[in-house]
């Protein structure tokens, strides 16, 4: 079997990229006294890692999941990378309003696998 026919691979490769993207979209919040320009240009460099996995995860993935699939994927996935995050980085736990929306979503991705018959 060929590895980028794998189910897994797209899986994998877009929680890696949500890593760099969650640090390039909020890492730069514990650095306020930065210059903006600064945390922009840091936040570029990381995002281009973030699409160096990114795009060839939704490639590859668009080989075993529907656009639609991939795309309620890819929320799920930022979810939860923020989630860890934000436990890690900030140190703040979710509330259990937060718990219950990730829980819908979670409910919503139910759906989007269903079959379609």
Same mark, same amino acid.
């Given at each position: ?37 600064? $945390?922009?240009? +840091?936040?570029?460099?990381? @995002?281009? /890692?973030?699409?160096? #996995?990114?795009?060839? &995860? ?33 140190? $703040?736990?979710? +509330?259990?309003?937060?718990? @219950?929306? /990730?829980?819908?979503? #979670?409910?919503?991705? &139910? ?7």
């Amino acid at each position: 079997m060929n590895l980028t026919e794998s189910r897994w691979l797209p899986v994998v490769l877009l929680t890696c990229s949500n890593i760099f993207m969650t640090f390039a979209w909020y890492g730069h919040l514990k650095f306020k006294g930065k210059p903006l320009l600064l $945390v922009i240009l +840091a936040s570029w460099g990381i @995002a281009f /890692f973030e699409y160096l #996995l990114q795009v060839p &995860a939704n490639r590859w993935g668009s080989n075993t999941y529907s656009a639609y699939q991939l795309n309620i994927i890819q929320e799920v996935i930022t979810l939860a990378v923020f989630v860890v995050f934000a436990l890690l980085y900030f140190g $703040v736990k979710p +509330a259990w309003n937060h718990v @219950a929306a /990730f829980m819908c979503i #979670l409910a919503a991705v &139910a759906f989007a696998f269903l079959p379609k018959s």
